[in-house]
């Protein structure tokens, strides 16, 4: 139904409306005497000042007392109704506007209310008999006419629709109302040939309004004649070569045919144009997305974006889908650029700065992720990823001071994601071993632990940090095995393990770890240097030389190295 108008019958009525119905009364009643007449005007309009300042419970008992001092009061009825509406009473709200339109059968208002009331219960009959009335009241109203011939529809009266939007042609002539909603009708009487002619004689009187054409290819293609659409949308084409919508309607009806080729380039047509809605180009670009492993479609969707970016050089949306598209195909250095341009046309979309932010940590470019993530904390102040990652840039420079306040920031600010707890508190623990702060270092690791006990890193980083200091040897044995476990052939983590079990002087098992380690990576000093440490343990010290002279050849430059290597002895 086209309820669109009635949501308003609840407002105030029109004076002549909401005047007192002169003494009236239901068969059978006494008329109000004249006293009584003005007690009810003055409740009445009580009511409608409470209703006013929304006191809906104090209208409503207002227009009850009128109605028991005027069971007649047809203005009252049609106030109470809408009230009972609110309250989610339908049917004593249906009931009451039924004794006001027997009262006041001539009220455009109240018949309005009933029928809103009648296609809300899907009662279609008594709605049919409503309209009836409606045209009585509004006979050159088309509105009327089309809800009539829409509640035929519904009851699938097809036949008795088509006879009254018939004569509402006769009375508005064939406008696009008439047309959409004449085609539903036939198509549903599966007559798409008299749908298809009436789409067509409105192209044939007016050739440049491209919207017949869409309407008819569309038509032919929801019903499988793709060739027939195929024809019309070409005629539109070359009607309005520049319509975004008829190369897009295109692109779909070459795509149904199979011929993929064809429907890319009527895509890339309507890419072009600037007057096609760039939300509606951003959607067809984002489906694309979870055929990214796919070579054409990740083809497909770089070559669309790059477009939209060209055709809309002003639109951040368009350099920020662009950037989401590069990123996605490993373009990681274009993907910074073209979310720096999105930000800078506008800064207000925080997405586009988080990704900024990331790819710039990713490919360790520092110093850019910590201005880029300045710029966005002064307009997203509260963002705990943005100070995590900031935070993060400063510890990887060595910059611990700096660092720790961003990553108080990110802890203060998280409370739902434990991941993101997880990691802040982890980098916490870092920043707090670079300030030589073990205390709060390991409390920061242990907090850590309690959101993601099974964070690899964060194991490995505690343990080896223990093991350096030479506490808890046991305790980060537990935590770098199973790091380990975990995160099985890290060298870096087998070093950390063979380290801890040759502080505990269990120097074969230790040798054996540290083996592995140099097997997935040989050329690392300290674990070449660590190897010597614990051969010469093992009493072999030529070993024990050899490798301390080849972990200063790879760079190693612990300060007590050349002492082993001049001394031929172990020194800590």
């Keep these: 139904m086209r309820s669109r108008y009635w949501g308003i019958v609840s407002l105030l009525l029109p004076l002549a409306a909401t005047a007192q119905s002169g003494g009236s009364a239901l068969p059978g009643r006494t008329p109000v005497n004249a006293t009584d ?40 009825m049609y106030q109470l109704s809408g009230l009972k509406k609110l309250q989610n009473d339908p049917t004593s709200a249906r009931e009451l506007l039924e004794k006001a ?34 045209l009585r009241l509004g006979p050159g109203k088309p509105d009327y006419y089309f809800d009539k011939a829409n509640a035929y ?75 027939k659409a195929l024809s019309i949308l070409l005629k539109g084409e070359k009607a309005r070569p520049d319509n975004g919508m008829v190369h897009l309607a295109l692109a779909e009806t070459y795509r149904s045919k199979n011929e993929i080729e064809a429907s890319f380039k009527q895509l890339e047509l309507a890419f072009a144009s600037p007057d096609l809605d760039i939300d ?39 350099f920020a889908i662009y950037g989401d598209i590069l990123a996605q195909s490993g373009n990681y250095k274009e993907a910074r650029e073209a979310y720096k341009r999105s930000v800078q046309i506008n800064g207000e979309i925080y997405q586009v700065h988080e990704q900024l932010v990331r790819l710039e940590l990713a490919d360790n470019a520092l110093d850019e992720a910590i201005k880029d993530g300045d710029n966005a904390l002064s307009l997203f102040p509260n963002q705990a990823w943005m100070n995590y990652m900031v935070g993060v840039a400063y510890l990887q420079k060595r910059e611990a001071p700096k660092a720790l306040s961003y990553l108080k920031n990110t802890v203060a600010l998280q409370f739902d994601d434990k991941d993101l707890s997880a990691q802040a508190y982890a980098a916490l623990g870092d920043c707090y071993h670079e300030l030589k702060d073990n205390g709060r270092s390991d409390e920061a690791y242990t907090r850590s632990l309690t959101f993601n006990p099974d964070n690899a890193y964060t194991l490995n980083n505690y343990a080896y940090y223990l093991s350096i200091r030479g506490e808890e040897l046991e305790k980060a044995a537990v935590m770098s095995k199973h790091s380990i476990d975990l995160q099985p052939n890290t060298a870096s983590f087998e070093d950390t393990y063979a380290w801890i ?26 674990q070449v240097e660590h190897y010597g440490d614990i051969l010469f343990h093992l009493g072999d010290t030529e070993a024990a030389l050899q490798n301390w002279k080849k972990a200063k050849q790879l760079g190693a430059a612990s300060p007590l190295l050349d002492r082993k290597i001049n001394e031929k002895k172990y020194f800590e």
């Design 501 to 526: 079990l040759f502080r505990q002087k269990k120097y074969a098992e230790a040798k054996e770890w540290m083996e592995k380690a140099l097997v997935h990576n040989k050329d690392k000093a300290t």
């Design 37 to 76: 007449s003005i007690v009810v005007q003055q409740m009445y309009f009580e009511g409608m000042r409470k209703k006013t300042i929304e006191d809906l419970k104090g209208a409503g008992d207002m227009f009850a007392r009128v109605l028991q001092l005027d069971a007649g009061n047809d203005a009252a």
């Design 280 to 318: 509606q180009k951003v959607r067809i670009v984002l489906g694309y997305m979870p055929r990214m492993g796919d070579p054409n479609a990740k083809a497909s969707a770089l070559r669309l974006s790059r477009i939209l970016t060209t055709v809309h050089p002003n639109e951040a949306k368009a």
């Design 101 to 134: 339109v027997s009262i006041k059968p001539d009220n455009e208002w109240y018949w309005l209310a009933l029928a809103d009331s009648y296609e809300k219960s899907n009662d279609m009959p008594r709605l049919q008999r409503v309209l009836d009335e409606l």
């Design 153 to 227: 529809y519904v009851e699938q009266k097809y036949n008795d629709a088509l006879a009254v939007y018939d004569k509402l042609e006769q009375m508005t002539g064939l406008t696009d109302d008439l047309v959409a909603n004449r085609q539903k009708v036939y198509l549903k009487l599966g007559n798409i040939d008299k749908a298809a002619s009436e789409l067509q004689g409105l192209i044939d009187r007016n050739p440049d309004q491209i919207r017949y054409y869409l309407l008819l290819g569309e038509i032919y293609n929801s019903n499988k004649f793709p060739d």
